[in-house]
C-alpha cells in the first residue's frame, strides 16, 4: 500500500494515514503519523487508531472507528482526538476525514494535525479569563477596601499555589504587614520587622519594572541572607505599592516550601494587576480622605463660600457652604441657580459692584467690601473676595468666592475714624500733640499737631537733635538731660520749656515723655507735647495780679488800719470827755460808730487772709486730718463752750496738704456751722475715700440754707442774713480748697442742717 501514500506527504507537517472503511484498520502512514504516535508505520498498520488513544480522553474507543464508518456517505467529518505515545506525551489532534479511491478501490484519508500548542493556548486563555473574571468580582465588591485585599490575596493564595498572601507598609526602617492571609504566624496582621531583614527590600528596588520571583531560596543563593534567616521562605513573589509616585508598600505571595517550576506569566500577571490596582485604590482613597478633608474644611470654614459656573448663562452659584447659608439667610435652594447679585440693595455702591464685575469679565482675582442684604431685610458689610478656577490646560471652569460678615469690624473702622477725626480736632483745640521715638531703627515721629507747635511743615523731617535745638537755649540742657535718661533708664520726664520758630516767635510747650519696653527690653519713648503758651501768659497775669493784691493787701493793713483805729479812738475819747452831757440816744450813736470802726477792721483783716491763701501758702506736706482737726477743737473751745454746742470727729486719713490752711478751713466751716446753728449745735465731721481722692463732710443740725442762696454763701462778703460774721470765711475755704486742686460744695435741706462737701487729692 506503499503507493497510497505519496512521498510528498512526508514532508507535510499533518499525519497523513489511509483506513479501511469497514474496519477502520490502518493500510498506510507518513513519517509524520509515526512521530505523533510514536509507533513505526509496520507498527502502525493492521491497527485501529483506537489502540494509541489517549487514556482518559472525552471520545469513546470506538469512536474513531464510527467516525470512519460515517464517513463512507461521502461527507467529511473533523472531530479531535488524542493521542498517547509509549512515553505517555499526550498529543491533541484535529481529524479530519475524507474518502478516495484508489486503484478502484474506496478508502478513508485521515488528516492528523498536532493542535496541542494551540490548545494549550486557549487552556490558558479560559483559565486567564477566569481569573480575571474573578479578579474582577473581588475588586468590585462593595465592601471596605481591607476586606477586598484580603478577599483578593485569598483568591491569590491559588492562583499562586502558595501559603501565604500579604500586604505590607514601609514607614522608614520599618515593615509591617497590615493584611495578612494564611497559616504562616510570621506574616499575620500587624507583624513588623526591619525592612532590612525582608524580601521586599528587593522588590521595591527603583529600577524593577517586573514583580520579583524567588522560585527556591534555598538553591537561588538566599541561605545567607537576613530575610531568608527570619522568614525561611522558601518561594516568594512581590510586587510594590506606589502611591503618587512613591513607593509606600508591597503585595507579596510566599510558601515556606519551593515551588516546583518557575511562576508562569499569568501568575506573574495576576501579581501586577493585583499591586496596580491596589495602587489605585490607595492613591484614590488617599484622595478621596483629601477631598473629604477639604468638603469638610469649607463647610466648617468661619466664611462664606460659593462656586458659580460661567459656561452657563449669568453665571450662576453651583455651590453653596454652611457659613453662607448661616451669614446671609438664603438656604442652598434659596441660592443655586441665582447670580449673587440678589443680596444687592438701594444702599450698595456702584464703584465696587463695576470692580468686580470687570475682573471676572478679565478672569481676575478681586477683593471688594460691599452693603448686602440677608433674606430678613438686616443690611450687612460683606467683604468678597473672587478667584477664578482654572483646568490643567489653564481654561477658566468656575470661580470660587469667599464671602465674610465685616459689619462689626466696619463699624470698628468707622467709628475709629471718627474718633481720629475727633482726636485730631480735640489736637488741634486743646493744642496737643504726639511723638514717638524708636530706639531701635533711631526714627522720631510727629503727629500733625506737633509739627504746627513747631511751626514746621509736614515735609520736615524731624531728628532729636535738630528738635532739641529749637528749644530756647536756656531749657536746652534739662531737656537733654530729661531725654538721656528716658532713653537710658526709663525715667520719665514732664517739662515746661520753650519753642523758638523759625521765625523768632517763641512758644511755651509742656513736653512729657515715657518709656515703651518690649518684655524687659527698652524700645522705644514716646510722650506729648501741648501748647501752653496761653496758659503761661495768664499765670504771668495771674502773677501780676497777685502782686497788685499784695500791694492792696498792704494798703488795707497799714494805710487804712490806721485811720480807723484813729476813728475809733477819738469817738472814745470823745465819750469819756462829754460822758455827764450825753443822753442815751447819743451813747446810741457813739456806739454804732465804734461797731462799724470795729467791724471795718474786720473785713479788713478778712480780706488780708484771702489775699494771702496764695502768696502765703505753705509747700504740701503729709497731713495728719486727726491732728488738724485736734488743733480746731482747741482753737473753739470757748466757742464751743459758750453756745452749748458739740464737735463729733470721726477717724480721719493722711493727705498730701498745707497743715495751716487746712486747720483755716475745717476752723471756718466749723465756726460758720456753730454761728449759724445757734445754741446746742452738734457738728459731726466725717470722710469718705472717692476717685478723686478724699472727700471731707462737715455737717451741722442747725436750720439749714435756703436754696435761693446756696449758690452764692462762696462769695466775698456774703454772710447770710443772720450772721454777725464778715462774710468772708466761706470766700477763704474756697480759694483755700482750689489751692489744693480740690473741690468744695454744700447740701442743705430748710430746717434740716446744712452739710459741707470738701473733695481733696489724697496725694
Not at 249 to 254: D, R
Not at 507 to 515: D, E
Not at 567 to 592: A, G, W
Request: proline share 4%; aromatic share 6%.
Amino acid at each position: 500500500m506503499a503507493q497510497l501514500i505519496p512521498s510528498l506527504c512526508d514532508d507535510l507537517g499533518v499525519g497523513i494515514s489511509v483506513h479501511d472503511p469497514d474496519t477502520g484498520v490502518i493500510q498506510s502512514v507518513n513519517d509524520r503519523v509515526e512521530v505523533l504516535t510514536g509507533h513505526s508505520a509496520a507498527e502502525l498498520r493492521g491497527t485501529t487508531m483506537e489502540t494509541y488513544a489517549a487514556a482518559g480522553a472525552t471520545a469513546r474507543p470506538d469512536a474513531f472507528h464510527q467516525q470512519i464508518q460515517a464517513t463512507t456517505d461521502g461527507q467529511p467529518r473533523q472531530f479531535e482526538w488524542a493521542i498517547e505515545t509509549p512515553s505517555g506525551q499526550v498529543s491533541e489532534i484535529r481529524v479530519r476525514l475524507s474518502t478516495t479511491t484508489l486503484d478502484g478501490e474506496q478508502y478513508v484519508l485521515s488528516e492528523l494535525q498536532d493542535i496541542t500548542s494551540e490548545q494549550n493556548r486557549i487552556d490558558r486563555l479560559k483559565t486567564q479569563e477566569s481569573v480575571l473574571r474573578r479578579f474582577h468580582e473581588l475588586a468590585s465588591q462593595s465592601a471596605p477596601f481591607d476586606e477586598r485585599m484580603a478577599s483578593l490575596l485569598e483568591f491569590g493564595r491559588t492562583v499562586m499555589g502558595v501559603e501565604q498572601g500579604f500586604v505590607t507598609s514601609i514607614d522608614g526602617d520599618t515593615q509591617r504587614i497590615t493584611i495578612g492571609v494564611g497559616p504562616n504566624d510570621q506574616l499575620q496582621d500587624g507583624a513588623t520587622a526591619p525592612f532590612a531583614e525582608s524580601y521586599c527590600r528587593y522588590t521595591v528596588e527603583p529600577d524593577r519594572e517586573q514583580p520579583m520571583t524567588v522560585v527556591n531560596a534555598a538553591e537561588d543563593g538566599w541561605e545567607n541572607d537576613p530575610a531568608y534567616d527570619r522568614f525561611g521562605l522558601g518561594c516568594y513573589a512581590g510586587s510594590k505599592l506606589v502611591v503618587d509616585g512613591e513607593t509606600v508598600g508591597t503585595i507579596c505571595f510566599a510558601d515556606r516550601d519551593p515551588t516546583d517550576t518557575p511562576f508562569t506569566e499569568l501568575q506573574e500577571t495576576f501579581i501586577e494587576l493585583l499591586s496596580e490596582w491596589a495602587s489605585t485604590e490607595l492613591q484614590r482613597a488617599d484622595r478621596e480622605r483629601e477631598l473629604r478633608r477639604k468638603d469638610r474644611a469649607i463647610e466648617a470654614a468661619p466664611i462664606g463660600i460659593t462656586i458659580t459656573d460661567p459656561e452657563q448663562s449669568d453665571n450662576p452659584m453651583i455651590y453653596v457652604n454652611d457659613h453662607y447659608e448661616s451669614m446671609t439667610g438664603y438656604s442652598e435652594d434659596d441660592s443655586l441657580g441665582r447670580n449673587c447679585r440678589f443680596l444687592q440693595g438701594d444702599a450698595t455702591r456702584e464703584e465696587p459692584i463695576a470692580e468686580m464685575r470687570q475682573a471676572i469679565d478679565n478672569a481676575e482675582a478681586v477683593t471688594v467690601e460691599l452693603r448686602n442684604y440677608r433674606q430678613d431685610g438686616e443690611e450687612f458689610w460683606n467683604q468678597v473676595s473672587i478667584a477664578p478656577v482654572t483646568d490643567d490646560e489653564g481654561e477658566l471652569t468656575n470661580f470660587v468666592g469667599f464671602q465674610q460678615d465685616i459689619t462689626e469690624d466696619k463699624q470698628q473702622q468707622l467709628e475709629l475714624e471718627r474718633t481720629s477725626e475727633f482726636l485730631e480736632q480735640t489736637q488741634q483745640v486743646a493744642n496737643i500733640g504726639g511723638w514717638e521715638y524708636d530706639l531701635r531703627s533711631e526714627t522720631l515721629q510727629w503727629t500733625d499737631e506737633v509739627y504746627h507747635i513747631h511751626g514746621k511743615p509736614e515735609t520736615y523731617d524731624p531728628t532729636v537733635a535738630a528738635a532739641i535745638e529749637q528749644f530756647h537755649p536756656d531749657d536746652r540742657e534739662s531737656l537733654r538731660s530729661a531725654f538721656a535718661e528716658l532713653t537710658t533708664d526709663g525715667t520719665p520726664f514732664d517739662l515746661e520749656v520753650r519753642i523758638v520758630r523759625d521765625d523768632g516767635a517763641m512758644r511755651w510747650v509742656r513736653t512729657r515723655g515715657t518709656p515703651r519696653y518690649d518684655g524687659d527690653e527698652l524700645v522705644a519713648v514716646a510722650g506729648t507735647q501741648q501748647d501752653i503758651t496761653e496758659r503761661k501768659e495768664f499765670e504771668e497775669e495771674l502773677k501780676r495780679s497777685n502782686e497788685r493784691l499784695q500791694e492792696f493787701a498792704y494798703i488795707l493793713s497799714h494805710d487804712l488800719q490806721e485811720p480807723l483805729r484813729m476813728v475809733s479812738s477819738y469817738v472814745c475819747l470823745l465819750e469819756e470827755e462829754l460822758e455827764e452831757h450825753l443822753n442815751d440816744e447819743t451813747r446810741q450813736y457813739i456806739d454804732f460808730a465804734v461797731d462799724g470802726a470795729e467791724r471795718m477792721r474786720g473785713m479788713i483783716d478778712g480780706l488780708l487772709l484771702y489775699s494771702r491763701v496764695e502768696t502765703e501758702g505753705s509747700e504740701h506736706t503729709e497731713t495728719d486730718v486727726n491732728t488738724v482737726l485736734s488743733a480746731v477743737e482747741a482753737d473753739l473751745e470757748l466757742k464751743l463752750a459758750e453756745t452749748d454746742s458739740e464737735l463729733h470727729v470721726d477717724s480721719l486719713p493722711t493727705i498730701e496738704a498745707d497743715e495751716d490752711q487746712l486747720v483755716q478751713l475745717f476752723e471756718n466751716l466749723i465756726k460758720n456751722a456753730i454761728e449759724h446753728g445757734g445754741e446746742e449745735t452738734t457738728v459731726n465731721v466725717t470722710s469718705t475715700s472717692v476717685p478723686e481722692g478724699v472727700q471731707f463732710a462737715v455737717s451741722d443740725d442747725g436750720p439749714g440754707i435756703p436754696a435761693d442762696q446756696q449758690d452764692e454763701i462762696f462769695g466775698l462778703f456774703d454772710k447770710g442774713g443772720d450772721s454777725d460774721g464778715t462774710g468772708i470765711g466761706l470766700a477763704i475755704c474756697e480759694r483755700i480748697v482750689a489751692r489744693h486742686d480740690g473741690e468744695i460744695s454744700v447740701e442743705s435741706t430748710p430746717g434740716e442742717g446744712a452739710t459741707f462737701y470738701v473733695t481733696l487729692p489724697d496725694s
